[in-house]
């Protein structure tokens, strides 16, 4: 009898766990749900227009101005879908890349250009417009081969209790997930709307600054912006939303 | 700020008589200038302080803003079209920086 009600039960859980689990949007209020999805309220758009700008651009002014990212890439309606889906990921060197890191990367080693500081206004601008274009895309990250070990450390720090409460990710974000934590709904931790649109932020913020937020949250060591800690975390939480839709750029409270 | 930039969408074209729907917003940061930066000095006041829609060269709506208003303020509005002409829509902050976007409006039967 209990082996049989023990069996059930695990059965139960991987069909929990084989559904996607719930975007933070659900959350949100009718009004919100509504900005979001609406292209000319969402203030997020006004981000993913400078990206559009910024695609175009020479990466410098002057006499050698340098290739745009359109001359490699050519339009990013077409070439850019689905690649947020994939991110983040692990490169030929082996360092594990969020899309922040990718057009950075793509700025210094094509570009020849000093890369963007996070969060600043043109990476906020670029990131929002490439992950735009996967709007509605399954997230699906890989975890095996090259980053299995990236995986494993984001694995770890994600159920490893941190700071002066002494509270995981895990303990909030699965545990109480859908409860409330004052004045506001726990969500999955799912980072399928980044970067976000915080309204507590009036402004368009990454994945790592929202995690920097958490951290200070629970009392713990805030991680560096792009730091590999926070990057083998989004791993992970991109793990966890995979299957999750892309809605770039969320609206978030 | 260089990524300075507005949004607006309305249809382009109407029936005369037609109410239509126009929604402009636009990226500010709307500072009240009561704050204080990590180093305890007062944030200059930075805000929007005018909207305004031309219709066909006539005023069509005026809006003045306060610091109240949070960032990257957002208005909608209906607009009843009667002729073609050019809708447009006029920030001005308190900084002198004036940000114009014209759209058009065709009338047909």
Redesign the interface.
Do not use: V
């Given at each position: 009898m209990i082996r049989a009600l023990l069996l059930a039960a695990a059965l139960l859980a991987a069909q929990a766990w084989s559904d996607p689990l719930p975007s933070g949007t659900i959350w949100l209020s009718d009004a919100l749900k509504a900005q979001q999805l609406d292209p000319a309220v969402n203030p997020g758009m006004l981000w993913v227009d400078a990206g559009a700008r910024l695609w175009n651009e020479p990466p410098v002014t002057g006499p050698s101005p340098g290739a745009t990212c359109a001359a490699c890439h050519a339009a990013a309606a077409l070439t850019m879908r689905g690649v947020a889906a994939r991110f983040p990921a692990v490169a030929d060197d082996g360092a594990l890349l969020n899309l922040e890191g990718r057009i950075n990367r793509c700025r210094s080693e094509h570009q020849g250009v000093e890369p963007w500081p996070y969060e600043s206004d043109e990476l906020l601008a670029m990131t929002a417009f490439v992950a735009r274009q996967s709007l509605g895309m399954p997230i699906d990250v890989a975890v095996d081969g090259p980053a299995a070990g990236h995986f494993e450390r984001g694995h770890k720090l994600f159920h490893l209790r941190q700071g002066q409460l002494n509270l995981s990710c895990a303990q909030c974000h699965d545990d109480h997930a859908g409860r409330r934590l004052r004045g506001d709904v726990i969500s999955y931790g799912l980072g399928n709307g980044y970067p976000i649109y915080r309204l507590e932020w009036q402004s368009l913020g990454s994945l790592h600054r929202r995690l920097r937020a958490c951290s200070l949250g629970v009392r713990a060591i805030q991680f560096d912006y792009g730091s590999p800690e926070y990057l083998s975390l989004e791993l992970f939480l991109a793990w966890r939303a995979r299957d999750v839709a892309i809605e770039t750029p969320a609206i978030r409270r | 700020?260089?990524?300075a930039?507005?949004?607006v969408?309305m249809p382009d074209r109407a029936a005369p008589g037609e109410v239509v729907e126009v929604?402009a917003?636009?990226?500010h940061?709307?500072e009240t200038g009561y704050r204080l930066d990590a180093m305890g000095r007062p944030i200059e006041r930075h805000i929007v302080e005018r909207f305004r829609v031309r219709y066909d060269g006539r005023e069509v709506f005026s809006i003045d803003l306060t610091q109240g208003v949070?960032?990257?303020p957002?208005f909608?509005f209906f607009l009843k079209a009667t002729r073609t002409g050019k809708v447009t829509f006029i920030w001005e902050d308190d900084r002198g920086e004036v940000t114009t976007v014209t759209k058009s409006l065709t009338v047909t039967e």
């Open positions: - | 700020m260089a990524l930039n507005a949004r969408s929604k917003l636009m990226r940061p709307m949070a960032a990257n957002f909608a």
